[in-house]
């Protein structure tokens, strides 16, 4: 059932209750000592190990992660409580981040990637460098074949979508961006062996330009997340591809690092990367169920070589290197929450899983990985980069442990004690990742984790974050101020709500869908029945406020800055359903896609200057999940800021006026639309259309997700859809296809 909370990409409301019923501690909680003397340098000399904050030498992490794997692998499936469940369920600042790329000979500006931070770049599928557009393209078409289907106890046949198992080859295209003339300059084909290409970064270094291609391993590893073991013998390729004549793209050099990529940025000439490892032990019984299990695990762990227990990397197939440099790796230890109580009223979590994350550097000018690195034997599952530091953060869960009848331990899954872990690492002068302490907030971050990084903020020094948990009987949501100690700790500077400024942000049940820091304000929604938009007021860190909120249909999954007094919410419409007899009745149905212009001049009265509903019920846009999807040309002072996005749009035959009714596939497009600052309005163009019904298709023959947009200060307009480019004029209907 289309319920509630499952209105955007976070997890379904049904779901999460059933995800909580099963969910197990992540390992992200305190970084703390286990030997070492804290003593030294790290990269250049000055800058220095705090002596507050001790570390972990090389030797001293192989015992570690291997302490670790066996109290992983010699435990009974069956005493587990529900561990196995866990492993075998798949679970599911700053406007000045719209950069635009200029063209030394034309001077036309280019929109380039979205970023959540102005100086930090991320990876995408596209990179703009002048009037050249560099594309990862992979054809997403879809069979449509005639298969049998059972329906009514009768064998029928039934035509419908096929996505193939193996995935099509993926491309490395240079175009020339032309509105009038765009032409291919070249194709690389990229050999897959196992890896999905996930994302570039483009790289200047006098004279040359560098495509810098991640992939990782092709399994999908985040829907087993919670199941360690489904991580390992992973890697991270790096790959530098020449592209300084965009007419002749080649590949120079790989990188292969153990563990899977979690995430990264680019900031200047540094690359930096999160990557999670687990070590892999051949023969390892998974889930081992009798003591012959145990203690064959216990044997193939005592066995294995201390090499075995840390990532290493290699250059183009070359000989293996640690990636981790003596005295840079941490542990997680335990938080106040990990000891064991015998009170049921007591939370304790489960146990952690023998994961390495590691945070490598990549000087992209020499092209070579740093010995600087650093790591710590835990987990985390998003991270945060500003220019200065970096931040990473995990979910944790605790229960209530009691015992059954026969005395056993038995955990009660039911309303966990939720906090979010989060490791602060500093950049040193030369870019080497610097550990500054651990701090904990209440509640979660939600499910998307392209939504998570938004959660999070730098400003002075200090880290605001917004966690949320729909299942307290107050405040869902909570805005805590974290800052440097002095100690390994990251103190609590403020929080809100609290005894002073008691208000909720947020009703009981909602949760948090868009939220963005943008300099001293917060703009957060909340979202369950109908639309609360709060504007909290930050000037202060000790001492943040609720400026300001407003209530309004529907919901917004992004948030952007149009200029300082106007907001661009992009998310769904949604109707209430007051008198639904399923669940408590508090809820609502998507809709279309909405956009909502909000201004925001007056932070204690925002209102709603202008909104828009794209189609009916099954209306969706990537945009909506992935802010890369989001195309945006700011204003020049004479043009209208401009955006665009892809949509495929259900707009055909609704049988029922019920607001659960869903609407046919109509077609797919690349949805235009300029915001006139002045007026405070929309202004409607004309969008481009890819597919549609009417010409035949009955569903949609590829999927939009991998679709991206660049718009031009001289009226050009260019889309990359289903591996190839589409270009023309804004405000001109029917795009042009390029020609090989």
Request: aromatic share 8%; glycine share 8%; net charge negative.
């Amino acid at each position: 059932m289309f319920f509630q909370s499952n209105l955007s990409d976070e997890m379904p409301a049904i779901w999460r209750v059933a995800a909580r019923a099963v969910a197990v501690v992540a390992a992200g909680c305190t970084v703390v000592a286990c030997g070492g003397s804290g003593g030294g340098t790290i990269g250049s000399t000055d800058e220095t190990i705090n002596p507050a904050v001790p570390v972990l030498a090389a030797d001293q992490a192989d015992t570690l992660i291997r302490s670790s794997m066996l109290d992983h692998y010699t435990r009974n499936v069956s005493s587990q409580n529900g561990v196995l469940a866990v492993d075998s369920v798949a679970l599911a600042e700053n406007s000045g981040a719209d950069v635009a790329s200029t063209s030394p000979s034309t001077a036309v500006r280019f929109s380039d990637t979205n970023v959540q931070e102005a100086g930090v770049d991320e990876s995408d599928r596209i990179k703009i460098d002048g009037s050249t557009l560099f594309a990862l393209e992979t054809p997403d078409s879809r069979y449509f074949g005639v298969f049998p289907v059972i329906l009514n106890d009768e064998l029928e046949s039934s035509s419908l979508p096929i996505v193939p198992n193996t995935p099509p080859e993926e491309t490395l295209s240079a175009y020339r961006m032309d509105k009038n003339n765009s032409a291919v300059l070249s194709r690389l084909k990229l050999t897959g062996e196992g890896r999905t290409t996930e994302g570039m970064y483009l790289h200047r270094n006098g004279g040359s330009r560098d495509l810098v291609l991640l992939s990782r391993s092709s399994f999908n590893s985040w829907e087993y997340w919670r199941s360690a073991s489904q991580w390992a013998g992973l890697q991270t390729r790096i790959s530098w591809v020449d592209a300084s004549d965009a007419g002749n793209m080649s590949i120079t050099r790989s990188v292969d690092i153990d563990g899977q990529l979690i995430s990264s940025r680019k900031i200047d000439n540094r690359l930096v990367l999160v990557t999670r490892y687990h070590p892999q032990i051949r023969d390892i019984i998974t889930y081992p169920v009798s003591e012959d299990d145990i203690q064959r695990n216990r044997e193939l762990i005592e066995r294995a070589d201390d090499a075995e227990f840390l990532p290493t990397y290699t250059v183009d197939d070359g000989s293996a290197a640690s990636i981790i440099a003596d005295n840079r790796c941490y542990k997680s230890g335990p938080s106040v929450a990990e000891t064991s109580q015998s009170d049921e009223s007591q939370l304790t979590p489960y146990y952690r899983y023998p994961s390495v994350i590691s945070i490598v550097t990549i000087d992209l000018n020499t092209r070579n990985v740093q010995t600087n690195n650093a790591c710590f034997v835990g987990d985390t599952e998003t991270i945060y980069v500003s220019q200065n530091a970096l931040y990473l953060a995990t979910t944790e869960y605790s229960y209530s442990v009691t015992t059954d009848s026969r005395g056993e331990p038995l955990i009660r899954y039911s309303q966990p004690e939720i906090t979010t872990e989060v490791h602060k690492f500093s950049f040193s002068n030369n870019g080497a990742p610097l550990f500054k302490g651990t701090g904990s907030v209440s509640g979660h971050l939600g499910w998307n984790p392209k939504r998570k990084p938004f959660r999070m903020s730098e400003k002075d020094g200090n880290l605001r974050i917004v966690s949320f948990d729909e299942s307290r009987s107050g405040s869902p949501v909570t805005l805590s101020v974290l800052g440097e100690s002095g100690t390994s700790r990251l103190s609590t500077v403020s929080t809100l709500p609290n005894d002073r400024r008691p208000d909720p942000i947020g009703k009981p049940g909602e949760s948090l869908y868009a939220s963005r820091f943008i300099g001293d304000r917060a703009y957060l929604v909340t979202f369950r029945l109908t639309d609360p938009l709060y504007v909290l007021d930050l000037s202060n860190p000790r001492d943040p406020s609720i400026a300001g909120e407003l209530e309004l249909p529907g919901y917004s999954d992004y948030l952007h800055a149009v200029n300082d007094s106007l907001l661009l919410g992009l998310g769904k419409d949604a109707i209430a359903d007051d008198g639904s007899s399923w669940g408590d009745g508090r809820g609502a149905w998507y809709q279309g896609v909405k956009l909502a212009l909000f201004d925001v001049s007056d932070a204690s009265n925002p209102f709603v200057a202008q909104s828009i509903v794209v189609g009916k019920r099954g209306t969706h846009s990537p945009a909506l999940a992935n802010h890369h999807a989001f195309a945006w040309l700011p204003s020049n002072g004479t043009r209208n800021a401009r955006m665009a996005i892809p949509l495929s749009l259900h707009d055909e035959n609704v049988e029922s006026s019920s607001p659960t009714a869903w609407s046919d596939w109509t077609s797919n497009m690349l949805y235009t639309l300029e915001i006139d600052a002045d007026a405070s309005a929309f202004v409607e163009s004309p969008n481009w259309t890819y597919e549609s019904r009417a010409a035949g298709h009955r569903y949609s023959p590829v999927n939009l997700e991998n679709d991206r947009a660049v718009i031009a200060s001289d009226g050009g307009l260019y889309a990359i859809h289903n591996g190839g480019l589409q270009y023309g004029e804004w405000g001109v209907d029917a795009p042009v296809s390029v020609n090989e």
